[in-house]
């Protein structure tokens, strides 16, 4: 096998343990020259550990690792490839310094690299253009956007022209938008540089980016191979329900894996083909059918098969092995958990319900009118309104720098408002600060724990600075824990616990004081499918049983879906609030149907597309999404287009929109419509 021909990286029965916490068991793969390898899972499932052994900051207890032929087993040997390859830490501009400007940042990685000067230019002008960072070149890092920031960090790590670049995480806590020029920009550079990229995420709809992959989970692979391949392989198919409720109930019991909105239930069905999946649904709905229920079926997602996977891999290591991870996905179809023992009724001493009505009288849990938050010459917040009543689930939602988690800081009380005024539970923000913090719970971005405490004394802790007794405290903390399934884990120390359990931790602290409103900041960053959606089921319990307001910020679009209604933030102001099925059916009446082209190499694809006419195409995973209002003619002109270009004949699909679809078109255009304003 030639040196071009040969995998860049070689991983050999890997294991790495952290005292008595194994992170990495047995990991084998190959990286393949050129390609883009994604390692997939969520926090603690050794994405991390991995990434660094390959860098060669990190030493392995077991197997062996190759990177570019040479065995890296000491740090001579790391540092005789450390010049041929580029590391990307995990988290927001964790790799910059935040005082130096753009530039600044680029020139220091260049020095540390000893980039000759003429290189140097060369390369910064490059890279400041694809990244579209070139207007900023003087602004500090610390004043960036979160997306800004990682399209920098790549920059700087690869300003020295690396073949190899390990990036850990790099979209983790980055807007839809700004997630979709990272990857844009990233194959672009992979294409024209004859790059190797070696790319991490927790973010499930992501993995179908990737040229191949690996499923990882508690240290270990569960699947590896080419996205498409695996997906094939499944046995599995995607089962679209509508029908009457008593039929959708009737689902629930039967498929394992499901989710239930309105009167819609997306079911996952072990099926080899169409047919066959449609007709297990139609004997599982039984006398329910009546020939009614309407059916659409089409391929799993990776998400649908990691979960499987995960499933799978509870039943053959018996019941006991993963009860916190699968609690409230088997049985009901992820609609309203049974929640360990949990009474409808709440903690001991709640309300069945919180009241329709508050104190004063007034129906909204949350009234926002015309908030405004100045910093200096800075508006964050601009004139930003909205209501969020009692029992619902409202999604903010917006770009990294849009105004959110300040106008969550304002009706909390932490930030005064320059302008505006809010009613948070019954009372003004600006003058009932204290009965504002009795009435409400707030989980913020950053982890609110603390990690040398169990998972008792963290709850009994946060109890105590609520004010509750000490019996009151013990019977709520007991509760808490049957709400978020962590029984078994009550002596546990926080900081050993999953992504997900540890955020059901924070929640239930949050709720101990049987709070109204719940603000929740980002809540399942980080965490694996099944721990998401049992976080979500816990969530609709509190709204649909107990009546609590929850208002929540996320940059997962799959959870846009889940929300009663949706403000969407912009430079501040909101500009729209609505259901998600409104925003979806606004975007089709504006723009027209969406149609999903599959062609391969998809960045030709997208460049033939855009030149050929379809300005507004963009790169959905390796797909491609293009509105048109005759999908009949675009899709006509698309062959022609892709073939013109040289391309094999694409197939093409017409698709509901995605929150996603709404989301990126509707900053896009909100962006395309400030940038004139902005230059005049």
Not at 637 to 665: C, K, N, W, Y
Request: hydrophobic share 45%; charged share 20%.
């Amino acid at each position: 096998m030639s040196a071009s021909e040969a995998p860049v990286v070689v991983l050999t029965g890997i294991g790495k343990r952290y005292r008595s916490t194994v992170a990495v068991v047995e990991v084998s793969l190959e990286v393949a020259r050129g390609r883009l390898y994604g390692l997939i899972g969520a926090d603690g499932a050794g994405k991390s550990s991995l990434m660094k052994t390959v860098a060669g900051v990190l030493a392995h207890d077991r197997g062996t690792v190759e990177v570019f032929g040479t065995r890296i087993d000491s740090e001579r040997a790391a540092e005789l490839v450390k010049g041929r390859l580029g590391f990307m830490p995990q988290g927001l501009g964790l790799n910059l310094y935040p005082e130096l400007s753009v530039e600044e940042n680029i020139d220091f990685f260049a020095q540390l690299r000893q980039v000759p000067a003429a290189e140097l230019a060369r390369r910064k002008e490059q890279l400041l253009a694809v990244t579209r960072l070139a207007a900023f070149r003087s602004r500090a890092a610390r004043n960036l956007s979160g997306g800004m920031k990682q399209k920098l960090g790549l920059v700087c790590t690869l300003i020295h022209g690396p073949e190899l670049i390990v990036l850990d995480e790099p979209t983790t806590g980055v807007d839809p938008v700004s997630r979709r020029d990272f990857w844009a920009i990233l194959a672009q550079l992979i294409d024209s540089e004859r790059l190797t990229a070696l790319v991490s995420t927790a973010y499930l709809d992501e993995a179908s980016r990737f040229d191949r992959l690996a499923l990882m989970h508690a240290g270990r692979v569960l699947a590896e191979g080419e996205p498409s391949a695996l997906v094939a392989a499944a046995g599995l198919r995607v089962v679209q329900v509508e029908a009457a409720p008593a039929a959708l109930a009737r689902l629930a019991e039967c498929f394992a894996q499901g989710v239930r909105t309105g009167g819609i239930a997306r079911l996952v069905v072990p099926a080899a083909d169409d047919q066959s999946a449609a007709a297990a649904v139609r004997v599982a709905l039984g006398a329910d059918d009546h020939g009614a229920a309407q059916l659409a079926v089409t391929l799993p997602d990776l998400e649908d098969l990691f979960v499987a996977r995960l499933l799978a891999l509870e039943d053959s290591a018996g019941p006991q092995a993963a009860p916190a991870a699968t609690a409230g996905l088997r049985g009901h179809g992820s609609d309203v958990a049974e929640l360990a023992g949990v009474s409808a009724a709440g903690p001991p001493g709640a309300r069945a319900a919180a009241p329709p009505v508050d104190d004063d009288g007034a129906l909204q849990a949350i009234d926002a009118h015309e908030l405004t938050r100045d910093f200096g010459a800075f508006r964050a917040v601009d004139r930003a309104s909205f209501v969020v009543r009692y029992g619902e689930i409202f999604g903010l939602l917006g770009a990294n720098g849009a105004g959110k988690t300040t106008a969550i800081k304002m009706l909390t009380g932490i930030l005064p408002p320059t302008a505006g005024v809010g009613r948070v539970a019954g009372a003004d923000m600006r003058r009932a600060g204290q009965a504002i913090k009795e009435r409400i719970g707030y989980m913020s971005q950053a982890f609110s724990l603390y990690t040398d405490l169990t998972v008792m004394e963290n709850l009994l802790l946060f109890a105590g600075v609520y004010g509750l007794r000490r019996e009151q405290a013990r019977s709520r903390a007991q509760w808490a824990v049957a709400l978020g399934g962590l029984r078994g884990h009550e002596s546990e120390p926080a900081g050993r616990l999953p992504m997900g359990l540890r955020q059901r931790l924070a929640l239930g602290c949050a709720l101990l004081h049987r709070p109204r409103v719940l603000f929740l900041d980002e809540p399942t960053s980080g965490v694996d499918p099944i721990g998401r959606r049992r976080f979500w089921d816990t969530l609709r319990h509190l709204a649909r049983e107990q009546g609590v307001a929850i208002l929540l910020t996320t940059h997962y679009m799959a959870e846009a879906d889940l929300c009663d209604r949706i403000a969407l933030m912009f430079a501040g102001r909101v500009v729209a609030d609505a259901t998600p099925a409104q925003l979806k059916a606004e975007l089709t009446a504006e723009r027209g149907q969406l149609l999903e082209v599959s062609a391969e190499p998809p960045l030709a694809a997208l460049a033939a597309l855009r030149s050929g006419g379809f300005a507004e195409a963009v790169l959905h995973g390796r797909r491609l999404h293009v509105l048109a209002r005759d999908p009949e003619t675009a899709g006509r002109r698309i062959d022609s287009v892709l073939r013109a270009a040289g391309l094999a004949a694409p197939r093409i699909a017409t698709q509901l929109p995605t929150m996603e679809d709404v989301f990126i078109h509707r900053v896009l255009a909100l962006e395309a419509a400030a940038q004139p304003r902005a230059a005049a």
